[in-house]
C-alpha cells in the first residue's frame, strides 16, 4: 500500500455520532495533518500533528499520533451533517515540501 | 482571514491546447505548490516553487508543464499541449515555510480542467 492509507473508505453515521477515522503510512514523517474536502470543492487544512506529539484537539476534533506503528486518527465528535465530506491525511518528511496525500474517507452524516 | 486564490474556477479546453491555470498564494508566504486531483482519485503532488525556481517535481510534472510566478503576487501553471489524461482539479498551495519544517499548507478552491 501507499502513504497516508486511510480506512475506512467510507463511513456512514448518524448526527450525533462520533466519527473515528484512521491513516496508515510507510516511512518517517516529520508531520502528520488531516484535511476535509467538500464535494468537488477545496481542500480545508483540519489540523497538524508533529511526529513528537501523541494527541492534539481542535474544537471537536482529536487526532492522535502512533509513530512506532505508523498511524494516525482522526476523531470527529457529536458529528454533524455539515461534516458530511471527505477527509484525507497527509504526511511530511523531514526537510521535505510536498503532502503526500491518502485515498480519504468518505464521510456521510445521516440527519 | 487571508485565502489561496484560482482562476479560473473551470476551464474547458480542446486537446491540444495550452492552458494556464492562476493562483494568488498568501501574501507572505515563500513556499508555492501545485496538485492535482483526478476525479474519484487522490491529491498528486506537481511541483514545488520557492525563491524563484522549481525545488521539486514529481514525475507526473513533465516538460508539457511550466510554472512562473510573473509578479509579486500571481503563481502560475502552464499546461503547452494538454491531453484528454490532464483533465484533473488542479489545486494551488502556498506556506509559509517548509511542510517539512512543520508548516501548514493552505490550499485554494481549486480549478477544474476539463480536456475534451
Known amino acids: 500500500s501507499q502513504q497516508g492509507e486511510e480506512d475506512p473508505q467510507a463511513l456512514s453515521i448518524q448526527e450525533g455520532e462520533n466519527a473515528t477515522m484512521n491513516c496508515s503510512y510507510k516511512t518517517s514523517i516529520n508531520n502528520l495533518q488531516w484535511y476535509r474536502q467538500n464535494s468537488g470543492r477545496g481542500l480545508v487544512h483540519l489540523i497538524l500533528?508533529?511526529?513528537?506529539?501523541r494527541e492534539k484537539h481542535s474544537g471537536r476534533l482529536r487526532v492522535t499520533l502512533d509513530t512506532s506503528k505508523k498511524s494516525s486518527s482522526l476523531l470527529i465528535t457529536a458529528s454533524r451533517a455539515a461534516d458530511t465530506a471527505s477527509y484525507f491525511c497527509a504526511t511530511v518528511k523531514q526537510g521535505a515540501q510536498k503532502l503526500v496525500f491518502g485515498q480519504g474517507t468518505r464521510l456521510t452524516i445521516n440527519p | 482571514e487571508p485565502e489561496v486564490t484560482q482562476t479560473p474556477s473551470h476551464q474547458v479546453t480542446q486537446m491540444g491546447q495550452e492552458v494556464i491555470l492562476r493562483c494568488v498564494p498568501i501574501?507572505?508566504?515563500?513556499?508555492f505548490y501545485w496538485y492535482r486531483q483526478i476525479l474519484g482519485q487522490k491529491v498528486e503532488f506537481l511541483v514545488s516553487f520557492y525563491n524563484n525556481e522549481i525545488s521539486e517535481k514529481s514525475e507526473i510534472f513533465d516538460d508539457q508543464f511550466s510554472v512562473e510566478r510573473p509578479d509579486g503576487s500571481n503563481f502560475t501553471l502552464k499546461i503547452r499541449s494538454t491531453k484528454l489524461e490532464d483533465s484533473a482539479m488542479y489545486f494551488c498551495a502556498s506556506s509559509p515555510s517548509l511542510a517539512g519544517a512543520g508548516d501548514t499548507q493552505y490550499f485554494g478552491p481549486g480549478t477544474r480542467l476539463t480536456v475534451l
Open positions: 501574501s507572505n508566504h515563500l513556499y
Open positions: 500533528i508533529r511526529s513528537n506529539e
